[in-house]
């Protein structure tokens, strides 16, 4: 099933807006391999907040080493392999058949620090783990660290379908790189990321976690751009070696449940998560090239007026000049004309396009004034507009807008339809299918909180987007 969408997006993408993109100048659609990539999930957290138990937890395997003390400051990539095999890092980053070239960027020390760990487990079939080095507390993670740790947390984070952030009792979100990377890796991510206050197992007395809670959500609030806080997942992972807490636990384990079920749902998650990225995509360059063109078209024509202004003048003064028999005005009239011509195309012209381009909000505008009557159209309109804005007048200036070929009308219709009925039907198609294989949709997914959430559960709302420059867009996630 989720084949067939993802073959309908690389389709849209195919035809028409991958020809578009490059007729208008406009930044490339994911790669094939970047749409075709597993999904992925990110595990981040301070050292020792049970990211590894919990994956192991997952998986009924010891794949990771756990422990107390920071066992391990790499990032393992846990994927599905018939048989249980390892490669390092510089066979990962350099195998074209892996989604992880780009890692190299960030240089030998963190490739040297990167692991894919191959397990035949039922759940790596549909779903990818990444577990994380620990957070610690310098907060110029760069010097203990060695390499851009917030750098390729980032990178991580854009390239995953969820992100789950674990805390623990002993520190709920206080260590200097959590903030750190809080603040550099995961802004405008939220949309696919999940709180965990993990180990309340931990907890004797309600009192201790109500103060972990408290701890927790203060320290978020500080860190996350928005008005409500996201719903918090307090849960634990049952391990027999542990004293039991004296609270009742089912409410955590509820959560623990609820926390699977989202891992499960990744895939469906991401095929969301890519229509999303895909009608980000295509609004905005709707927005960029209609303004483009409008602009091109328009100074095409007011080249084509003075230059027909100039031929129908010289030429009328040649042939008056012949029919008179002054042939000798004929050179001066030559002459005329050339600068007459040089005049137009180096400095009229030239002012023109100026012009054009820093009309560039008044066309905007004009071309989209019934869409800006609609008030919550106007505020996702403006918004988008003024993202892509600065690049399109930069490539308009750079260019110069004389060597854009005029957008077709058959592609101005298929961009419309596209943005305003296919890829809406699509969403819902999905939506529809889901309900009908039983799973619960994403939308779905919202009407069952874990157990205590901050405030509200999340609300479709603005976010910013994953890996290509996805940006602000209305999603479920
Ligand atoms: N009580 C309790 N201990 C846990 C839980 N999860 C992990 N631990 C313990 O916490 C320590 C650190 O766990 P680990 O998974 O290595 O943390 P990581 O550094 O985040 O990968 C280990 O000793 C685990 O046994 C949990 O849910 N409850
Ligand atoms: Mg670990």
Same mark, same amino acid.
Do not use: I
């Given at each position: 099933m989720m084949e067939k969408f993802a073959n309908r997006i690389r389709d849209y993408y195919q035809d028409p807006l991958d020809p578009l993109a490059e007729q208008f100048m406009f930044r490339r659609p994911p790669t094939v391999g970047e749409l075709r990539r597993p999904p992925q999930v990110l595990l981040l957290g301070n050292h020792s907040s049970g990211k590894s138990t919990f994956v192991n937890h997952l998986l009924g395997d010891d794949v990771q080493s756990t422990g107390v003390a920071p066992t391990d400051d790499g990032f393992t990539i846990i994927t599905y392999g018939a048989t249980a095999t390892e490669r390092d890092g510089p066979a990962v980053v350099s195998?074209? $058949?892996?989604?992880?070239?780009?890692?190299?960027?960030?240089?030998d020390h963190l490739v040297s620090h990167v692991r894919l760990k191959l397990r035949p487990a039922e759940l790596l079939k549909t779903v990818t783990l990444i577990d994380s080095p620990g957070m610690i $507390?310098?907060?110029?993670a760069e010097n203990g660290r060695g390499f851009d740790f917030p750098g390729v947390v980032r990178w991580f984070a854009e390239r995953a379908d969820l992100v789950m952030v674990f805390f623990d009792p002993d520190k709920p979100g206080t260590t200097g790189e959590t903030l750190q990377v809080f603040r550099e890796s995961l802004v405008g991510i939220d949309h696919k990321m999940l709180i965990i206050l993990n180990k309340v197992d931990q907890f004797q007395c309600l009192h201790d976690f109500a103060r972990a809670y408290g701890a927790l959500c203060w320290n978020l609030g500080k860190v996350i751009a928005r008005k409500d806080l996201p719903m918090i997942y307090n849960t634990f992972v049952p391990l027999t070696d542990k004293p039991k807490s004296r609270l009742p636990m089912e409410d955590f384990e509820k959560a623990r449940t609820d926390l699977i079920g989202e891992i499960r749902r990744t895939p469906t998650r991401r095929m969301d998560n890519q229509i999303t990225q895909i009608q980000a995509y295509a609004e905005r360059l709707r927005l960029h090239a209609m303004v483009i063109d409008k602009a091109a078209d328009k100074f095409k024509s007011t080249r084509a007026r003075w230059r027909g202004l100039l031929l129908l003048l010289f030429g009328g003064l040649g042939a008056a000049a012949f029919g008179t028999g002054m042939v000798v005005a004929v050179p001066g009239i030559a002459l005329a004309a050339v600068l007459a011509v040089s005049l137009t195309e180096l400095v009229t012209l030239p002012r023109s396009k100026r012009r054009l381009i820093s009309r560039f909000d008044q066309i905007f505008e004009k071309l989209h004034d019934r869409e800006l009557l609609l008030r919550d159209r106007a505020e996702d309109l403006r918004m988008m507009w003024e993202e892509v804005s600065p690049r399109a007048r930069e490539i308009a200036e750079k260019s110069g807008l004389e060597s854009f070929k005029k957008m077709s009308w058959h592609d101005r219709e298929l961009l419309e339809e596209l943005t305003g009925e296919l890829i809406p039907q699509l969403r819902s198609e999905l939506y529809d299918a889901m309900r009908d294989s039983d799973a619960p949709s994403p939308a779905l997914a919202e009407?069952?909180?874990?157990?205590?959430?901050?405030?509200?559960?999340?609300?479709p709302r603005l976010v910013e987007g994953d890996g290509s420059g996805t940006p602000k867009r209305k999603t479920f996630f």
């Open positions: 195998n074209p $058949d892996l989604p992880y070239e780009g890692l190299r960027h960030f240089g $507390d310098a907060a110029k009407d069952e909180p874990a157990m205590f959430p901050a405030a509200k559960p999340p609300r």
